[in-house]
């Protein structure tokens, strides 16, 4: 398996700009996750999903962030519009719940500049 | 007061050497606990994963967690130039009868062991 895939690995843009992060979990897990990372606050959950629906958003900072996920193969993080504080590394994680494993698997992230 | 405290380093050790990484709490509902380690440029990987108090080996590495403190350890036993990474720790209580749900990382320790 190719693992998480995350789109763009690097996204430049000017602040006020729609930002779209895309993101293909493994297949045949159940649980997608968007988080965020800075030096200044670490990793941070935004949202998560479970078969495709929203479980948790209380971490989505403000509502010009949103996040989808159409179909238990895609999803999307977006920022509209976007500022300079925005600019961190995006993580998507998937996982499959088992309770003998529980464990994340971490695409390699996009790093996102807003100027 | 953050949910995790982690002294971020840099720590910087001769190869060889014994590191010990340390991770502190405050919800006394956490019950399992992991640390991840991140490569530059990559995402998280589980390296190791623990559920309640009590020791862990694998291989070098052993995790330790202390309830009693909310204080929890990595060791790492002759120590390569391969383990530079960050290291996070991460926790989580139990939630809809998983802890995927709401995993709490701390801030990551940078970790360079230099040949």
């Known amino acids: 398996d190719a693992g998480v895939i995350q789109s763009p690995r690097h996204e430049v843009t000017e602040m006020g700009q729609e930002v779209t992060l895309r993101c293909k979990p493994i297949?045949?897990?159940?649980?997608l996750f968007w988080y965020r990372q800075t030096m200044m606050r670490g990793l941070e959950l935004l949202i998560y999903?479970?078969?495709?629906?929203?479980?948790?958003d209380s971490g989505m900072p403000e509502d010009r962030f949103s996040a989808k996920m159409p179909n238990a193969s895609f999803s999307t993080l977006k920022i509209q519009p976007s500022e300079p504080r925005d600019s961190a590394v995006y993580f998507c994680?998937?996982?499959?719940?088992?309770?003998?494993?529980?464990?994340?698997?971490f695409g390699s992230g996009t790093q996102l500049s807003v100027l | 007061q953050k949910e995790v405290e982690q002294d971020p380093g840099p720590l910087s050790v001769p190869e060889g050497a014994i590191v010990s990484l340390n991770c502190t709490y405050s919800?006394?509902?956490?019950?399992?606990f992991m640390w991840y380690r991140q490569y530059s440029r990559k995402g998280p990987e589980l390296l190791m994963y623990?559920?309640?108090?009590g020791n862990k080996e694998d291989g070098r590495f052993t995790a330790q967690v202390d309830k009693s403190s909310k204080y929890i350890s990595l060791f790492i036993r002759d120590s390569q130039p391969s383990d530079s990474a960050t290291y996070l720790c991460?926790?989580?209580?139990?939630?809809?009868?998983?802890?995927?749900?709401?995993?709490?990382f701390g801030r990551g320790t940078q970790l360079t062991v230099w040949p």
């Open positions: 994680a998937s996982s499959f719940f088992s309770p003998s494993n529980e464990k994340l698997f």
């Open positions: 623990t559920y309640s108090s």
């Open positions: 297949s045949g897990h159940d649980y």
């Open positions: 999903f479970n078969n495709n629906v929203p479980i948790d």
């Open positions: 991460a926790m989580a209580g139990l939630e809809r009868g998983s802890t995927l749900g709401r995993l709490y």
């Open positions: 919800n006394s509902a956490f019950q399992y």
